[in-house]
DNA sequence: AGGTGTTAGTTGCAAAGTCCCACGAAGTGT
DNA sequence: ACACTTCGTGGGACTTTGCAACTAACACCT
């Protein structure tokens, strides 16, 4: 019966680069460094896996967002001085991050954004929390790389230039708008909203959405 | 401290069919009924997840394989009556079925390969394992179709021939011949073992390993 | 009003990649 | 010698991709 954890890598794209969301710890071990927030599973209160990672992104973030997706578990005797042995289930959010202001919860000291770069480089955070946001990151460029859209990121509407440039935050490269436009087009992953336009400073663009199915 | 649980899908190709490879469980809860086989993880014993699904398959099936990957963890209050909530890490395991003969261990009553189109079937195995298999099965298939080679299928040394028909069977398609090659080659995954060759009934063929990295 | 700048959206084309089919090569068995 | 099988390669049709040009529609400036 090991000490079981879940841990959230929150990803979003800020100052237009993609970074993971962090928590400064404010007790041992590990006090003062950096590290995923994450919460204890509990048997009372989760009645599944996908709802702990929710309560426990609403407990320590005061989040409350759909799209949290598993990513795997680790498990081992050093991990955490606290328990003889300790298993953490990772979930990984993505959030349009202007949009959302987290707020430090409970046994939390402080929240910020870090760029991915840094948060992945050997020994930066608590725990073996570098290894697993390096996870995060890799599945997540999988997913954009084959349009398997991170619906997470963007708002419901969108014009076709915001999704390419979010697309081309995520990936850390420049795509091809032409290619882009026709991958969408083929595989149906988005559908015009009739009608409606996004006016500014130039030419107004077609607000589209995610394909209904 | 949730009741923890390890289940192994090890797949093979058994009569040219994708097949899993299951166990008659000897007591209740589904006495009788087919299942995965797994076992409760055990933190005096286990120092990763990875060993512990390694001690499990040698308990249980007297295997010992290198090919064993995590594929995702399942949890909640109802998925096991014996348990007020119950936690499975499920790993998938390759194995070129002719080659291995399981032996039933501990707490089995028998074990069958069975198709996985079977296995699949709604309510076919105990608690929730079908899909669990389902799943197994969809990321061996991806992982075929990018020819991030499945190793654990092949022998050491083996002809494109051999490799293709093994990628076939597992895809449940005919793939062509030269597009098989060529990306091969291009992605480097497999090298001549210069000068020996498969000799038979017909033209002999060159034998290839993995290519070494 | 007319010019300028910026982004939206489409089109054309050449290069690269894929799919399908076919052909020669190299063995065995009759 | 001939049929038969699998191995290995090559060619042509077709599709996908990457690059660039072009027009369209707005705001803003003079």
């Known amino acids: 019966m090991p000490f079981t954890r879940l841990e959230i890598a929150v990803l979003g794209l800020v100052d237009g680069e993609l970074q993971v969301l962090l928590a400064r710890r404010a007790e041992a071990p590990h006090a003062g460094k950096w590290a995923l927030p994450g919460g204890v599973l509990r048997i009372d209160l989760d009645a599944s896996l996908d709802a702990a990672a929710q309560r426990v992104m609403r407990e320590r973030l005061g989040?409350?967002?759909?799209?949290?997706?598993?990513?795997?578990?680790?498990?081992?005797?050093?991990?955490?001085?606290?328990?003889?042995?300790?298993?953490?289930?990772?979930?990984?959010?993505?959030?349009?991050?202007?949009?959302?202001?987290?707020?430090?919860?409970?046994?939390?000291?402080?929240?910020?954004?870090?760029?991915?770069g840094d948060a992945i480089a050997d020994k930066a955070l608590a725990f073996d929390h570098s290894q697993l946001v390096s996870q995060a990151v890799e599945s997540t460029r999988a997913e954009v790389e084959r349009l398997d859209l991170p619906a997470g990121f963007l708002p419901d509407q969108f014009t076709l230039g915001e999704l390419q440039s979010t697309c081309e935050q995520l990936l850390g490269r420049r795509l091809d708008k032409s290619s882009f436009r026709r991958k969408l087009a083929d595989r149906e992953v988005v559908e015009p909203v009739e009608g409606l336009m996004r006016t500014g400073a130039n030419r107004p663009a077609q607000i589209y959405r995610l394909h209904t199915r």
């Not at 953490?88 to 349009?96: D, E, F, G, K, T």
């Open 63 to 116: 989040l409350d967002l759909p799209f949290l997706r598993q990513l795997c578990a680790a498990g081992g005797p050093t991990r955490d001085p606290r328990a003889p042995w300790a298993l953490s289930i990772v979930y990984r959010a993505l959030v349009p991050a202007e949009n959302v202001k987290p707020s430090a919860g409970k046994r939390i000291e402080a929240l910020a954004w870090r760029p991915v």
